[in-house]
């Protein structure tokens, strides 16, 4: 990728990451790595039944056990914590299970000793007995099921579109969301065609490899949490919230991540090591298995019925319907369901829609954001759906969609107007590298060869806020102060590449403080792509503040404007010797309009991502196996700060959805995972990719982003499904609309159209 | 209970281990070596990658009492008075880790490509590390970066 | 994982001795790597590991009297680079190269992957079709099973709690070409959701005597007597596709993650087809 670096050349440059030798060297500090002075750790016992009523709860065998120091259960978490029920947009989730289980796998009890082995032990100890109540799993059955997974709804109250939810009863529902604007009726009735199209992507997860982690120790000033979280400032207003004590008692300091991909959001074991912590004055640490990843988040499995009119090859209605499958827990799921929802028509101007989003909950493990915030859902659907109205027509699909396509100036769904989104030059660049007009080899015998694109795009989620501190200290060294967690995307560097374009200094040479509340200022979260453009832009004003007091220093020492005096000379002469400090410090919080009752708002995003794929394909009609030849990625990220860096966030994001395409699925029996393993739940090893891997950054630069940036740790997953759908499509004449798609799927597909299904 | 001998990065150590134990849990808890980490739990994403008398394991699989009388060479004992490998050196420079969670195993798994195959090409390179798992998807600039090392190796510099 | 003790006899004879007919808790342990699985995923929890490593003469890769004698504990990443193995039967070596990873392929044994008789192994099925056996030590004495009789079903063998294999043997192969084709349904590297091995004696394109084995897709590794008679006499594309439609009809298959019996089925009728074409080295 082209390096484009502007002013004194830190911005646009490939900064090796700042941490990279400590990662090559095996030496960079994770919270894996944590061992606290008489330190216990926990093994959490789980559930075995999806839905049920607690009876009994017998821990004196596990108790029994020599080098047992503690078994915990929920009533021992209420005499710390008297209402011990968290989360992000609902207060749903109990720490511990509190009289009933809502999923496999939800945590029920605790064992404490200081040797992990016999913690495991005694947990196989504890036996339950459960009355099972009826289970509902999938997400359109829940909108109106007799099983009912919550009593009642409790919004945590700091979203005002969950507030009408207080109190509800007898609903799965935990959010719906609607959006109309124009009259899509009309449109459907002059229509010339009607298209109707239902998709399913199913429950998949992250799985980091550093699984989840988090340790608590008590201090003389409060509790002090370690935890491989990507939201330290959520962390710790809600321990505090949920404590009852002042945000200042509560410390979050996290290292290196291990991988985060929105797993490691909002609350997961950090209530949990506080409340053990607090239960018996000692530092516990809970490390989570591979396997019990699978039971603390997923993404949202979800099903997507899109209904278009098209009139004289223009998409002049469009009726969206998505039902998510939120789980047992909201967690954020309901801001996925608003928030991803609006864009679910896709980047297309169409003056008639209809949005139904709504998130339900059930009882599988919860599901929250995953790399996209439920955006892959919606293109898988909308970019199917739009290659099968193109099909149809006997349209070319890229000229389809640039007859249809969203520009700039032009008023998305929400009736936000379009700004520094380049879906046009995104599937320009598309059609370029994959040579679409020139003819394509088919490929001859049972093996036959296909290409399809397929472009997507995402709002940011708004409002959110983030507050960044720089430290020029007396010898003219800079220290940057924020809350961005760098699990991998390379925040450290990039952060440190603002600073040092503003100061003039070699990026390389910035120190970044990890997050501690303590130390660290507020910050939103790590998520939704969003770092880049919010806390980069804090960072900017904290670096030219930061400038603009030293500035302001050198005129009080008498040096003249636009000397070349250093630094460190600069405090020699105030302060007679090496001594001082300058604080540059930058809030930035964009501006926004909450949703009207029609779900229209005039400033629905800071900013809008947008990501395209083009895919070619090789499938096995004998068997119907498809191996994807070569995945092409093209995305606006406004200006790439890193190119390298960019780079490898696309051809990653679209991996990690090559996985959720191709391979990935949680498979289930009766809300039992069946696969919670690395050996049964495949994810892409260095075989399993394409060996024809590009990605560009296309020229595009984000007016309001600082430099021109914006986020980008998405942006390749968005297209990647319906790519390899349309390519396969176009290879063996066969549509897909449920992933992954596997070899089985596509082979009776074949059969199917065949006129000779494949019995069972 | 037993006391195993063996060599860890080169120096002489003994440790009092259970026959239950792994080396990778010795390796943490006794001798703060964190580089080698259980993930997977079931020798499949690599990330407790090990060298046992020069041969990889997986960590999280291999008994601590196997250890006895081995040598163990672990990523930590690889870049010598802070001079990193060449290996280690390209995946710094190509940008080959992400998150690094996975790296130490990677790194460990292209030294032995490169003893067995100084010029690798992509299907040698691919077999190799076919048995490590990186979520984050680095694997083009991985390969990218076996290929810097083995081009560096073989002309002597580096 | 629950503590356990752990004996390194010196001898086969005194690993035998430390091992009981009567106690499933008390098993041998060569490379680890599959018993590890089960401990820590806590269905075994053993009172006594025999650890074969400490045995001297278990590890040994001959030729004797034209057949290819292979150690016990032998670790399949010598199996897979040695010249002995690959002239004898290089199918072998093909085979080992898409099993599991070579962190595992460095620790885990040749005894170990045929005792451990998870149906989705690599090797069996290879071993059936080149007509190997095992050699087996017991309290009182020795006897040779061959591979295809040793799977008494799922994670079964017909080895009495106290026997343990020594020796894999290979008989001389006579000029016969084999070929195992390993199709995976969940990602490229995986266990095999259908492994076809076929080993072949052949004039030119047209086959004498086929010996034809599926696994992993069925309860255990095994040889399909009505596909081998289909496939004898066959020269061409169309009496390789015979023999797999004979395969498919006769193998009893299993539904499970990788796959539907159903589908498994077209798998096999297709693989078949494509192993045998493939020992032949035909296009």
């Not at chain 1, 947009?89 to 040797?115: R, Y």
């Not at chain 3, 596909?227 to 009893?252: H, I, P, S």
Request: glycine share 8%; charged share 20%; with cysteine.
């Amino acid at each position: 990728m082209a390096t484009r670096t502007i002013g004194s050349g830190q911005v646009g440059r490939s900064v090796p990451r700042l941490e990279g030798a400590a990662k090559v060297t095996g030496r960079a500090d994770y919270v894996h790595n944590i061992r606290l002075p008489k330190m216990l750790v926990g093994k959490i016992f789980r559930s075995t039944v999806a839905h049920g009523r607690i009876k009994s709860l017998n821990v004196s065998a596990a108790k029994a056990l020599p080098g047992v120091y503690r078994v915990v259960t929920i009533d021992d978490i209420k005499t710390v914590i008297p209402n011990p029920f968290y989360g992000p947009a609902f207060h749903d989730q109990p720490i511990l299970a509190d009289g009933k289980v809502h999923f496999v796998g939800e945590p029920v009890a605790v064992v404490l000793a200081t040797d992990p082995h016999i913690a495991e032990e005694a947990a196989s100890l504890i036996e339950v007995d459960y009355e099972e109540l009826p289970a509902v799993f999938d997400e359109v059955e829940a909108m109106t099921s007799k099983a009912v997974v919550h009593d009642e709804l409790k919004p945590a109250g700091t979203f005002p579109d969950l507030k009408h939810l207080k109190g509800k009863k007898d609903t799965n529902i935990a959010l719906d969301f609607h959006l109309r604007r124009g009259d899509p009726n009309k449109a459907f009735a002059a229509a010339d065609h009607v298209f109707e199209h239902t998709f399913r992507s199913q429950q998949v997860l992250h799985v980091p490899l550093e699984p989840f982690v988090s340790a608590a120790e008590l201090t003389e000033t409060g509790l002090t949490i370690h935890t491989a979280s990507q939201s330290p400032s959520f962390v710790r207003i809600e321990i505090s919230r949920l404590l009852g004590w002042p945000e200042n008692k509560v410390r979050v300091k996290v290292p290196y991540l291990g991988g985060g991909f929105g797993a490691k959001l909002y609350i997961k074991l950090e209530a949990l090591v506080a409340a053990l912590t607090l239960l018996v004055r000692r530092p516990v640490k809970i490390s989570l298995t591979m396997e019990e990843q699978f039971y603390t988040l997923t993404k949202h499995a979800a099903t997507f019925r899109i209904k278009s009119a098209v009139k004289n090859g223009k998409i002049t209605g469009r009726d969206c319907e998505v039902w998510w499958n939120g789980g047992a827990y909201a967690d954020i799921g309901p801001r996925i369901t608003q928030k991803s929802g609006f864009t679910a028509p896709g980047p297309y101007d169409i003056d008639n829609v209809s949005i139904d989003s709504y998130s339900l909950y059930t009882n599988l493990t919860p599901a929250g954001a995953l790399r996209g915030f439920g955006i892959p859902q919606l293109v898988w659907a909308y970019e199917s759906h739009t290659d099968m109205m193109a099909r149809a027509l006997r349209l070319d699909p890229i000229e389809f969609r640039r007859n249809n396509i969203l520009r700039d100036g032009r008023a998305q769904a929400t009736g936000t107007q379009m700004k520094d989104a380049a879906v046009e030059q995104v599937l320009d660049r598309l059609a370029l590298r994959m040579n679409w007009t020139a003819p394509f080899e088919r490929g001859t015998g049972p093996v036959k060869k296909g290409r399809g694109i397929a472009v997507g795009f995402k709002a940011s989620i708004s409002p959110t806020t983030s507050i960044a501190i720089v430290n020029v200290a007396a010898d003219g060294s800079v220290t940057l102060y924020c809350s961005t967690v760098d699990m991998g995307q390379g925040s450290d560097t990039a952060n440190a590449q603002f600073v040092a374009e503003v100061l003039n200094v070699p990026a390389e040479s910035v120190k970044v403080v990890h997050p501690d509340t303590d130390v660290t200022p507020y910050d939103m979260a790590t998520l939704g792509s969003r770092s880049l453009y919010h806390m980069g832009n804090a960072v900017r004003l904290a670096a030219e503040d930061a400038k603009a007091k030293l500035s302001a220093l050198a005129r009080e020492v008498g040096v003249p404007e636009g000397s070349n005096v250093p630094v460190a000379e600069l405090f020699q002469k105030k302060y007679k010797m090496q001594a001082g400090n300058i604080i540059g410090t930058g809030s930035y919080i964009p501006n926004y309009v909450p949703p009207d009752a029609n779900g229209l708002t005039p400033e629905a995003t800071p900013f809008w991502m947008v990501g395209g794929t083009g895919a070619e394909v090789e499938v096995d009609t004998e068997t119907g196996h498809v191996r994807v030849t070569k995945m092409i990625s093209v995305a606006d990220v406004g200006r790439p700060v890193n190119p390298r860096i960019v780079e490898t966030q696309l051809s990653g994001a679209a991996t990690m959805q090559f996985g959720f395409t191709m391979q990935e699925k949680i498979e289930l029996d009766g809300g039992q995972i069946t696969n919670a393993s690395f050996a049964d739940y495949k994810i892409p090893s260095i075989v399993d990719i394409p060996r024809d891997m590009q990605n560009e950054a296309v020229e595009s630069e984000q007016g309001t982003g600082p430099f021109g940036a914006k986020g980008v740790g998405e942006s390749g997953t968005f297209g990647v499904s319906p790519a390899i759908a349309n390519a396969i499509e176009d290879a063996c004449g066969v549509r897909l609309t449920e992933l992954p798609l596997t070899a089985e799927k596509v082979y009776r597909a074949l059969r199917e159209a065949q006129g000779r299904p494949l019995e069972d | 209970m037993r006391t195993i001998n063996f060599t860890l990065n080169g120096e002489q150590v003994s440790a009092h281990v259970a026959e239950h134990q792994s080396i990778v849990e010795i390796l943490r808890d006794r001798f703060d070596l964190f580089g080698a980490r259980e993930s997977c739990a079931q020798g499949l994403c690599g990330c407790c990658t090990v060298l046992v008398d020069g041969t990889a394991v997986s960590g999280c699989l291999y008994l601590a009492a196997f250890a006895n009388g081995k040598s163990i060479t672990t990523v930590e004992g690889l870049a010598t008075n802070g001079k990193l490998t060449p290996i280690q050196e390209a995946f710094l420079e190509v940008g080959a880790s992400q998150c690094g969670f996975c790296t130490p195993g990677f790194v460990l798994m292209a030294g032995q490509l490169l003893e067995a195959h100084p010029d690798p090409d992509d299907d040698d390179i691919r077999h190799y590390l076919s048995g490590n798992l990186c979520r984050c998807a680095a694997y083009p600039e991985i390969i990218a970066a076996v290929k810097l090392a083995a081009g560096r190796l073989k002309a002597g510099t580096t | 994982m629950t503590p356990f003790e752990l004996a390194e006899p010196k001898t086969l004879k005194e690993a035998v001795a430390l091992l009981d007919a009567d106690d499933p808790t008390i098993r041998p342990i060569a490379g680890g790597t599959a018993l590890m699985l089960m401990m820590k995923a806590g269905v075994f929890r053993p009172s006594k590991l025999v650890s074969l490593s400490a045995i001297k003469d278990m590890s040994s890769i001959e030729t004797v009297n034209g057949e290819l004698k292979v150690g016990a504990t032998t670790p399949l990443a010598v199996l897979e680079r040695s010249d002995v193995v690959r002239k004898h039967a290089g199918v072998i070596i093909k085979t080992l190269r898409t099993l599991s990873n070579i962190r595992v392929r460095n620790v885990a044994t040749v005894g170990g992957a045929l005792a451990h008789a998870d149906p989705h192994m690599d090797l069996p099925p290879v071993l059936i079709a080149l007509g190997a056996r095992v050699v087996v030590q017991g309290k009182s004495g020795e006897r040779a099973i061959p591979v295809a009789d040793l799977f008494a079903g799922y994670f079964e063998t017909v080895l009495v709690k106290d026997e343990l294999i020594s020796s894999l043997i290979v008989p001389a192969q006579n000029g016969r070409r084999a070929a195992y084709l390993k199709c995976t349904t969940r990602a490229v590297h995986d266990w095999p959701a259908l492994g076809v091995a076929v080993s072949v004696a052949a004039d030119g394109n047209a086959i004498k005597d086929a010996s034809i084995v599926v696994s992993a897709a069925t309860e255990k590794p095994g040889r399909l007597v009505g596909a081998e008679k289909a496939a004898q006499g066959t020269v061409d594309d169309a009496g390789w596709r015979r023999a797999g439609e004979a395969a498919a009809e006769e193998a009893e298959l299993i539904t499970d993650g990788q796959g539907s019996a159903a589908y498994k089925k077209e798998l096999v009728r297709v693989y078949v087809a494509r192993a045998l074409r493939a020992a032949l080295g035909a296009q």
